[in-house]
C-alpha cells in the first residue's frame, strides 16, 4: 500500500439526490483528506481554547477576593481541574497535531498523509473523547467529583481522548518518516516537519503511559474497591495524582515543540535568508525533546533544602534537576542561537519583512522562552514554589505560547488552506494583543507566587487554597490584572477567529507563493489539489524553492 | 505556481511497516506502564494476592506459548512470501489467527476458572482484570490485523510483503508483552 494510491475526496461531489448540505457534512465527516482533517483538528482546538480561555478568565476574576468566592467551592475545584485538563487534551496537543497533519505532507512533497483514515478515526475519537469529558464535567465528574458515574465517564473520556490523539500522531510520524519527496532526506526536512516528527513520537511514547492508569483506575473506580483512591496508593482523595505527570512540566514543554518549529520555519523566510547554523535548529529541538519524554520516568525532580540532606542526596539531586529543567534550556538556547543569526543576516541585509506570522512567532516564543526560565525555579524547594499559582504561570505561558503559535500557523499557511489572503494590520493588531495578553495573564502569577499565593491547580481541594492565604503584596491587584490578560487572550481569539472567517468567505485571492516561501508547499497551487502536487517535486537541499528562484542579493 | 523538475518516481516505502513500529511503540509503553504499576502496587502492599486464589497455570502457560509461536509462525509467513509461495503464506497467516483465537479462549478460560471478583481488599483485583484485558485488546487487534492481512493476500495483493512484515513485527511485539504479563502476572504474581 502507499499513499500515492489512496484516493481522496477532496474533489467528490455531491451524489445525486442528496441535499448540498447533507453532502457537505458527509464529506467533512468521512474525509480521508489530510488538509481536511487538520483544519478539523485546529478548528475545533480553537474553539475550545476560546471557551477555556473564557472560564480561565471568570476563574481569575472569581479569586479576587481571597475572603469570599461567588462560584461554589466544589464548583470552583472542578473548573480547574477542566481548565488543566482541557488546555492539554483539547487544545495544545490537538492544535498542534492538526496544523501538522494540514501542512506537513505538503512540506514533505507527500501527495497524502500515510494512513489518512487512522488520523480520520483518530479526530473522532478524540473528539468524542472531548464530548464525554465536558458531559462528565457538567455532572459532576472529573478528578474530584462527586457522582461516581460521571467520574467513571470522565476517565472513559480521557482515555478516548489519549487514544484518538496517539492515533492520530502515529500516522503523522510515519508520514514524515516515510511520504517524503525524493532527495528529501530526514536532515533536509523543513524545521516544521521535524517540530511535529519529535512532537508525534513524544506523543505516542509518553500518553500511552497514561492510559495505562486511565484503564486500571477505570477498572478500579467502576468494579474495583477503589484502592486507588484511598491513602496508601499514590496518595490523596481524587484522581488528579495519577495524570498529573502529563500535566506538568517538563512533560508539557514537549507538546509546545512546534512550537519552535513554526519559528524556525518562518524567520528564514521573512529574513528571506537561508537558515543560518540549520543542524542547531534540529539538534535544539531534540534535545529540548529528550528532557520531555524522560519527564515520564519521574515527577520529582526537586533540590531538597540543602540542611536536609547528605552530599550523595545533593549530588543526585543538582543532576536531576540539571537534566529535567536545565537541559531544556540547552536546546532551547541552541535552536534559538540559530534563529537569532539568521534573523540577524536579514537585519544586517535589510532583506527582513515585518508580517503578521513573524509576530506571532515572535510572540510564542517569547512566552514559551519565558515559561522555561521561569519553571528552572520551580524544583528548589527553599523556594516552596510548588503548589504555588507561580507553577501555574508556568503552565499558562506554555499554552499561551502555543495558542499564539495556533494563531500564527492560520496567518502564514491559511493560503494553501482556503486560497484567500488574511488582513495585515489586524493580524499584525491581534499578534501584539496576544503577546500582551500573555505576559498580562501570567506575570501576576510569578510575583503572586512568590507571596505565597497558592495554585488551584493543585492536588488538594480547592477549599484549602482558594481562601485565607497570606499575601505581601497587592493580590486583588495582581489578580485582576492576570483575570484581565485571560480575558483578553479569549477575546484575541474571538477577534482571530471572526477575521478568518470573514477573511474566508470574502477576502482577497492569494497567490500561491505570496511569501516568497522556501519550502515545497509553496510550490503547488493555493489551495492545493487533490493530491497535493501534479508532479512529484525534486529536493536537493533544505531550501528547494529557494534553489530554484533567481539569485537576490546574496540569498 | 513554480515549475519544479519533475522528480522520479518515488523509491519504495516501507509504510505499513514504520506505521507498525509506531503502534508498537505506543503498545509497549502501555504494557510497560503498566507492568510497573502491578509492580509498583505489589511492592506496596502487605498482603497482595487473594489468599485462596489459585490461577490455572497450565492454561497461563499455553498462553504464552501461542504468544512465542504466533510469532513464530508470522515469521514464517514473511519468509513464504518473500519466496512468492501463496499457498505456505495463506496457511501461515491462518495459523496465527488461530493461535490468537487460542490465546484468547485461554485467557477467557482463566478469568472464567479462577472467579476472581473485580472488587476486593487490595488493588490485586483490579490490576490483574486491567493488565490481562489490556493485554486482551492487543491480541484482538492482532487477530484484526492479521485478517485483514490474510484478506489483503488471498485477494490478490501478493506483492504486498509490508503488510505481513508489519504483521509479524506486531505479534513479535505482542509476544514480548505477554512474556512481560506473564511474568509478572502468572509467574512472580
Known amino acids: ?555 | 505556481m513554480l515549475a519544479l523538475p519533475p522528480a522520479p518516481a518515488p523509491a519504495p516505502r516501507r509504510q505499513m511497516l514504520v506505521g507498525t513500529a509506531m503502534f508498537v511503540a505506543a503498545g509497549t509503553m502501555l504494557i510497560g506502564a503498566m507492568t510497573a504499576l502491578w509492580f509498583h502496587f505489589r511492592g506496596e502492599a502487605e498482603v497482595w494476592k487473594p489468599e485462596k486464589l489459585v490461577i490455572p497455570e497450565v492454561a497461563t502457560n499455553v498462553m504464552w506459548i501461542t504468544a512465542l509461536f504466533a510469532c513464530l509462525i508470522a515469521q514464517w509467513a514473511v519468509y513464504s512470501t518473500t519466496r512468492g509461495d501463496r499457498h505456505h503464506t495463506a496457511l501461515a497467516l491462518g495459523v496465527v489467527i488461530i493461535l490468537g483465537l487460542a490465546h484468547l479462549n485461554s485467557q477467557a478460560y482463566v478469568w472464567r476458572r479462577i472467579e476472581l471478583p473485580v472488587k476486593g481488599d487490595t488493588a490485586y483485583n483490579a490490576m490483574f482484570y486491567a493488565i490481562t484485558g489490556t493485554m486482551f485488546a492487543l491480541v484482538v487487534a492482532g487477530i484484526v490485523y492479521a485478517i485483514v492481512g490474510a484478506f489483503r493476500y488471498i485477494g490478490g495483493r501478493t506483492r504486498d510483503r509490508e503488510t505481513i512484515t508489519g504483521l509479524a513485527l506486531y505479534w513479535y511485539f505482542l509476544a514480548v508483552a505477554h512474556t512481560a504479563v506473564w511474568y509478572s502476572v502468572y509467574v512472580t504474581k
Not at chain 1, 132 to 153: F, T
Not at chain 1, 162 to 178: I, Q
Request: proline fraction near 6%; aromatic fraction near 10%; hydrophobic fraction near 50%.
Open chain 1, 1 to 555: 500500500m502507499t499513499t500515492i494510491d489512496t484516493p481522496t475526496d477532496a474533489a467528490a461531489g455531491s451524489p445525486a439526490g442528496t441535499s448540498p448540505l447533507v453532502a457537505a457534512v458527509a464529506s467533512w465527516v468521512t474525509t480521508s483528506d489530510h488538509k481536511r482533517i487538520g483544519r478539523l483538528f485546529a478548528s475545533l482546538s480553537m474553539l475550545m481554547m476560546l471557551a477555556l480561555a473564557g472560564l480561565v478568565a471568570v476563574l481569575g476574576f472569581d479569586r479576587i477576593d481571597r475572603t469570599e468566592n461567588f462560584l461554589d467551592i466544589d464548583v470552583l475545584s472542578q473548573l480547574f481541574s477542566l481548565a488543566r485538563v482541557g488546555f492539554i487534551f483539547m487544545v495544545m496537543v490537538p492544535m498542534m497535531l492538526g496544523f501538522a497533519i494540514s501542512v506537513v505532507p505538503l512540506q514533505l512533497g507527500a501527495r497524502s498523509m500515510t494512513f489518512p483514515r487512522s488520523a480520520a478515526f483518530g479526530l473522532w475519537t478524540w473528539l468524542t473523547g472531548c464530548g464525554i469529558i465536558i458531559v462528565s464535567y457538567a455532572q459532576n465528574g472529573g478528578p474530584g467529583g462527586g457522582k461516581s458515574s460521571a467520574v467513571d465517564l470522565f476517565l472513559a473520556g480521557l482515555g478516548l481522548t489519549v487514544l484518538g490523539l496517539v492515533t492520530a500522531a502515529a500516522s503523522l510520524a510515519t508520514t514524515v518518516l516515510t511520504s517524503r519527496a525524493p532527495g528529501m532526506t530526514l536532515d533536509r526536512v523543513p524545521p516544521f516537519a521535524w517540530s511535529a516528527l519529535v512532537f508525534a513520537v513524544a506523543v505516542i511514547v509518553t500518553m500511552p503511559v497514561m492510559l495505562a492508569a486511565l484503564v486500571y483506575l477505570y477498572a478500579d473506580h467502576r468494579y474495583g474497591g477503589r484502592q486507588s483512591l484511598e491513602a496508601g496508593g499514590f496518595g490523596g482523595n481524587a484522581i488528579y495524582p495519577w495524570i498529573r505527570t502529563a500535566l506538568s512540566q517538563p512533560l508539557t514543554f514537549i507538546y509546545a515543540l512546534p512550537v519552535l518549529g513554526f519559528v524556525a520555519e518562518v524567520v528564514p523566510v521573512f529574513a528571506r535568508r537561508r537558515t543560518v547554523l540549520r543542524a542547531g535548529v534540529l539538534v535544539g529541538i531534540g534535545v529540548l525533546a529528550t528532557a520531555g519524554l524522560t519527564g515520564i520516568t519521574q515527577i520529582d525532580h526537586n533540590i531538597r533544602p540543602w540542611s536536609q540532606a547528605d552530599d550523595g542526596e545533593r549530588f543526585r539531586d543538582i543532576v536531576t534537576y540539571a537534566f529535567f529543567n536545565l537541559l531544556p534550556i540547552l536546546g532551547l538556547l541552541v535552536l534559538m542561537g540559530a534563529v537569532t543569526l539568521t534573523l540577524l543576516t536579514g537585519l544586517k541585509s535589510r532583506s527582513i519583512r515585518l508580517e503578521p506570522p513573524l509576530l506571532f512567532g515572535i510572540g510564542a516564543v517569547i512566552l514559551l522562552t519565558h515559561a522555561l526560565l521561569t519553571h528552572v525555579l520551580v524544583p528548589i524547594d527553599d523556594l516552596q514554589l510548588v503548589g504555588s499559582v507561580y507553577e501555574e504561570g508556568v503552565f499558562m505561558s506554555v499554552v499561551y505560547s502555543v495558542v499564539l503559535a495556533g494563531l500564527g500557523c492560520v496567518s502564514y499557511w491559511s493560503l494553501k488552506f482556503r486560497g484567500r489572503q488574511l488582513p495585515r494590520i489586524p493580524l499584525m493588531l491581534l499578534a501584539l494583543g496576544g503577546l500582551g495578553a500573555g505576559v498580562l495573564a501570567t506575570v501576576p502569577y510569578f510575583i503572586s507566587g512568590f507571596n505565597n499565593q497558592p495554585g488551584l491547580f493543585g492536588v488538594k481541594r480547592a477549599e484549602s487554597m482558594v481562601l485565607g492565604w497570606d499575601h505581601n503584596a497587592a493580590p486583588e491587584l495582581l489578580n485582576a490584572l492576570s483575570g484581565i490578560g485571560h480575558g483578553l487572550m479569549a477575546l484575541t481569539v474571538l477577534g482571530f477567529i471572526l477575521l478568518t472567517q470573514r477573511a474566508f468567505a470574502s477576502g482577497k485571492f492569494a497567490a500561491d507563493d505570496p511569501w516568497d516561501g522556501q519550502t515545497l508547499e509553496w510550490a503547488t497551487s493555493s489551495p492545493p489539489p487533490a493530491n497535493n502536487f501534479v508532479d512529484l517535486p525534486s529536493v536537493s537541499s533544505p531550501e528547494p524553492l529557494t534553489d530554484l528562484k533567481p539569485a537576490g542579493s546574496d540569498r
